[in-house]
């Protein structure tokens, strides 16, 4: 039996490079090793936790199809859909949330720092996030999640609704584990936290052209504090040459230690190093663009594929909580 992997981004915009090196890259090798079967969603339902707006939900739903196409993520490889197509996620989380208690759910960081981000969006959708993560992963009994390390505290949840799961109603689910790539995670280009969409300034999009590359790199700091210590933007560039360049790195560390280091140096290099590895997909994006009834033929198919695997576990486990 080939083991399954399910992972999926929100709906929320573009993708940008921390989503493509944290995500996208662990899901393409995935899908290239015939050991494991793929399941790759856009988290469009998801995306319903925060504030949005309607016209752009249903634009970028799309935008992040085609970002999974223009990298390489394969129709004939992997199951590509839309989470909302499949409507037997939501089902299974609310069943999953009858082995969830409120406090569990309250105390998650991820739910607290969106509660400070939309004091008046504390919702019970947000609070229920993590449970349809699950539902999403488990729903195709998925042992692997090529996602970032900012995720982790949603595949504990996971795997303790799996546990409780199996021992309440003697299911089976596995209990997932991250699957981590070098770029598990992608500093922000303000020298402070993770690159994120909501920060404005902090990331790169995998539809940037060089020029656009090599200005934001250039504006991350780079005062170096006294004693020689790096300072939080500095760490922060070479973070990103350890992913994107990595035999660049000893280099640059030795200029550092003699304090001969330029920064514009190190920083178009890691800028040329981000663009040759972004150049493909944005030539693949094009020709995407150019042909949407492929996009919607991928989506169609991969919402049927999707949704008939999905209604067998939903079948097993109305059968096994009393509802059959
Ligand atoms: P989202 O949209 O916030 O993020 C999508 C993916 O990108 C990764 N990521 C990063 N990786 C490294 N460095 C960064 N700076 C960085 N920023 C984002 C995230 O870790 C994530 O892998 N909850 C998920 C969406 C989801 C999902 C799922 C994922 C819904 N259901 C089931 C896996 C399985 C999320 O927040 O995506």
Known sequence: MKKRVLSGIRATGRLHLGNYLGAVKGMLALQDNPSYETFYMVADVHTLTTPYNIEELRKN???????????????????LFQQSEVNAHIELAFY????????????????KDKVKQYPEHATMALLNYPILMAADILIY???????GIDQEPHLEVTREIARRMNQEYGTDFPEPKRFATKGEYIPSLTGEGKMSKSVEGSYINLTDDLETIRKKVRSVPTATEAGGEKSSGLQALFSFLQVVAPTQVQHFEQSFQQGTLQFVELKDTIAEAIYAELKPLQEKRKELEANPAYVDQVIAQGAQKACEVAALTVKEVRGKMGLL
């Open 61 to 79: 739903r799309r935008e992040v199809m085609v970002d999974y196409l223009a990298a390489g993520l394969d129709p004939q490889k992997s199951v």
């Open 96 to 111: 999953f949330s009858s082995v969830t208690t409120i406090a569990k759910m309250q105390h998650l960081p991820t739910f």
């Open 141 to 147: 009994k998925a042992g692997l999640v090529p996602v």
